[in-house]
């Protein structure tokens, strides 16, 4: 006999009179007046069981053995409930089902928590997450998860992308994060890296022949865990020959419209916004603006640079936003506090600089009754850092962000190079491997401040969902890059001669994107981070507490690596 006939969460009236057996968990028992009620549970829903001792005397003493999340068998006739018993709340609420066989198939000892509590500690379920994923909760992100991204693979088949399985075990890649370091026994003192992505393989893809890769590619970065952010992720990695930037962007919009309608939600209209990079940071102050709300920042510089108040004379920048309230003393302190903790001097309140300022200039800052102008003046980049995120703040705040709604839109026009920090000198804006807008090659390395670059990012309610760009498919300008980065002719060939030389034997004008599957499935799924989307994630500690990985390993078996340890090992 099969282990179940019915899902529980199917039954409805109409199954009245059908003997069924089920199979599931105990969500909850009660016993009333020698009837015994149980909650059975499978991921479809709950059905009421009643076992009668004087009908089924067995299946009752078997009953009332029974503990949450123990694991049963039942067979038994589908009934209608008595009128006064039917529940509203359930879709299995007209009906119960009269078991008369029972078999417990698994036990369970007592549980850490119970899987309806609320306000559990994150960790706790982590380390229980078998017990957290039997939750409405994660039951409904995991098949989110699942049905978003077989609707992704059908969009990508219907349009004849090939799935290539590209090697996580290789080179570092320059994405712009630290690399895991995989030692290998057979080369001690040698190291892989664990691929940041796909993006040189998917590349030489392209040189290859394969004019439409992509694939559902895990991705390991170093870096601090965040609520957007893992160790370890996927992407859904594509790449793409002989195309344009719309292209481009066209497949990526309907792999987010299948998604959406996979989980049935209205998918968002096609094509997506496009703002310009100068124009997200001028306006919004971030080069992934959230744009469900408005509040642009305003520039003031042209009007403040002959202004008789020293502060913003002498600033290269003045910007402000315009903010729909006023603020007392102390909310202002606290305002000029959080600019500060962001790198501002602080920021001024136009009521409180009024008497310094020109006629003009009130006239042009001038705001209605109960709004606010705030201000910041200094370096362009940090005025437009500050103020994006007080306009951040400040809509949370005052919520002005409707949580119902999906604004994608893409960024485009971005610069090719940004200064480098680290370094001095530059260092690329998207990664090496993006290509100049057609017609300023020769500008690479004799401007490369104004060289612009074909990258775009793709950006849904403020999160950063993926980039991608039109790729470089010339040696001589891979190499311009690569000089621009500081990098001599040895570096290339060390670090890149397997690009370089593909490059140099027919390769395609090409391009591509990729999008992390798990920020897009948490927004979808309306979640505040990507751990509650993912199986079986690590935190913000970067362990696992279900495994307790990562662990030491013993001295013998590093040795074996070549690897000797600084610092003695923990016990
Ligand atoms: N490899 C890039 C990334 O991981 C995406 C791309 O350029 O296609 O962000």
């Known amino acids: 006999m099969a282990w179940r006939e019915v899902m529980c969460g199917g039954l409805r009236a109409d199954d009245a009179g059908r003997r069924v057996t089920l199979a599931g968990w105990a969500d909850t028992r009660r016993d009333h007046g020698g009837l015994v009620f149980i909650d059975l549970r499978d991921h479809t829903g709950k059905v009421q069981l009643v076992i009668n001792p004087e009908r089924a005397r067995e299946a009752a003493e078997a009953a009332h053995k029974i503990r949450n999340e123990f694991v049963l068998q039942v067979t038994g006739e589908v009934v209608p409930r008595a009128p006064e018993a039917i529940n509203p709340n359930l879709p299995t609420g007209q009906i119960e089902v009269q078991a008369d066989e029972l078999r417990i198939l698994s036990r369970s000892a007592p549980l850490p928590f119970q899987l309806d509590e609320e306000g559990v500690d994150e960790t706790l379920r982590l380390r229980y997450r078998w017990l957290d994923m039997r939750t409405e909760r994660m039951q409904r992100n995991l098949r989110l998860n699942h049905d978003a991204i077989a609707a992704i693979r059908r969009v990508m088949d219907e349009r004849g992308f090939v799935d290539v399985w590209t090697p996580s075990m290789t080179r570092g890649t320059p994405e712009g994060a630290r690399d895991f370091l995989l030692p290998v026994r057979l080369q001690p003192g040698k190291f892989f890296a664990l691929a ?290 500081g990098m001599g002719e040895e570096e290339q060939t060390d670090k890149f001669g397997f690009l370089l030389e593909a490059l140099q034997m027919g390769a395609p004008p090409h391009g591509g994107f990729a999008m992390g599957i798990d920020r897009f499935i948490a927004l979808l799924a309306r979640e505040p981070d990507i751990r509650q989307v993912t199986a079986f994630p690590k935190i913000a500690s970067g362990s696992d507490p279900l495994t307790g990985a990562p662990t030491p390993y013993p001295d013998v078996a590093l040795r074996e690596l070549g690897i000797r340890l600084l610092d003695p090992q923990p016990e």
């Open 196 to 485: 940041q992505s796909p993006q040189l393989f998917k590349q030489l893809c392209m040189v290859g022949g394969i004019d439409r890769y992509y694939q559902i590619a895990t991705c390991w970065r170093d870096e601090d865990l965040r609520a957007d952010r893992q160790f370890e992720f996927r992407q859904l990695d594509y790449e793409m020959a002989f195309v344009e930037r719309e292209d481009v962007l066209d497949v990526m919009e309907a792999c987010v419209a299948g998604a959406f309608e996979a989980a049935g939600v209205e998918p968002p209209q096609r094509p997506f916004p496009r703002l310009a990079f100068a124009d997200a940071m001028l306006r919004y102050g971030s080069d992934k603006p959230d744009l469900r709300f408005g509040m642009e920042i305003q520039d003031a510089t042209d009007v403040t640079r002959d202004s008789e108040f020293g502060v913003f004379k002498n600033a290269p920048c003045v910007r402000y936003l315009v903010v729909p309230r006023t603020f007392s003393r102390t909310e202002q302190a606290r305002l000029e506090e959080l600019a500060k903790e962001w790198g501002a001097k602080g920021v001024a309140n136009l009521t409180q600089i009024t008497k310094f300022l020109s006629e003009r200039e009130l006239e042009v800052f001038g705001v209605e009754e109960g709004s606010t102008a705030l201000f910041v003046a200094d370096e362009e980049a940090l005025v437009a850092r500050v103020l994006g995120l007080l306009r951040l703040h400040l809509a949370r705040e005052l919520d002005l962000i409707d949580a119902d709604l999906d604004v994608f839109h893409w960024v485009l026009d971005f610069p090719l190079f940004e200064a480098s920090e680290e370094y001095g000198g530059w260092t690329f804006m998207h990664h090496p491997f993006t290509a100049p807008v057609a017609g300023e090659e020769d500008r690479i390395e004799a401007d490369p401040a104004h060289t612009h670059g074909q990258h775009y990012d793709l950006i849904w309610n403020g999160w950063e969902l993926g980039s991608g760009s039109i790729r470089i498919h010339q040696a001589e300008v891979q190499q311009a890059v690569f000089r621009v980065m």
